[in-house]
């Protein structure tokens, strides 16, 4: 299957989740695709959420399978995520799931609200939301956490083809 990773990482985190399920995805005989953005300068991108990067940009045309990934950034949803949404998420697919990475080890500081947000955004580009996660990434058993995501992925994937 064709599966795509949009993915907004500024210090690695974000994409380290999204790597991980990749590996494995590629090991499967998957299809595998990665955009990969950050902010110029994040220091201000609250007020310029247009300044990004795209470091990798393979994610151009349909795909079966897509997975977003974005960050908390002062409790909301990073601001660079938000306008690539809102301004250049022109692709579609037959499934959409989304995940976040934050610091804190409760969802309610600030995941939660920031997956309300990427869920509105990507529903209004008239995406079919499938899943959603959130990794606190001070929690102790977050790797824990990530494993057990992506074997589940993994296991939804495969039953998918
Ligand atoms: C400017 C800035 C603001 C942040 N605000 C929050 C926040 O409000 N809540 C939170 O839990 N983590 C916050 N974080 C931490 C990041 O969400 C967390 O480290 C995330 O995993 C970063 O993802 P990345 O490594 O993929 O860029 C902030 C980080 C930065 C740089």
Not at 61 to 67: A, K
């Amino acid at each position: 299957m064709k599966i795509g990773f949009i993915v907004h990482s500024q210090s690695g985190n974000t994409l380290s989740v999204a790597q991980k399920l990749m590996d494995q995805l590629k090991l499967q005989g998957h299809d595998v695709m990665l955009t990969h953005i950050k902010d110029e300068d994040v220091n201000v991108s609250m007020q310029h959420p247009e300044r990004f990067i795209k470091v990798v940009d393979e994610v151009t045309s349909y795909v079966d399978v897509l997975f977003i990934g974005g960050w908390v950034q002062a409790f909301i949803l990073c601001r660079g995520l938000n306008h690539y949404i809102n301004h250049q998420l022109n692709i579609q697919a037959k499934e959409t799931h989304l995940f976040l990475t934050h610091h804190f080890p409760f969802e309610w500081m600030g995941g939660t609200n920031a997956m309300k947000q990427l869920t509105k955004h990507v529903i209004a580009k008239e995406h079919v939301i499938k899943t959603t996660k959130i990794f606190n990434w001070s929690r102790k058993n977050n790797q824990q956490h990530i494993d057990q995501w992506i074997e589940s992925m993994i296991t939804h994937i495969n039953a998918l083809v």
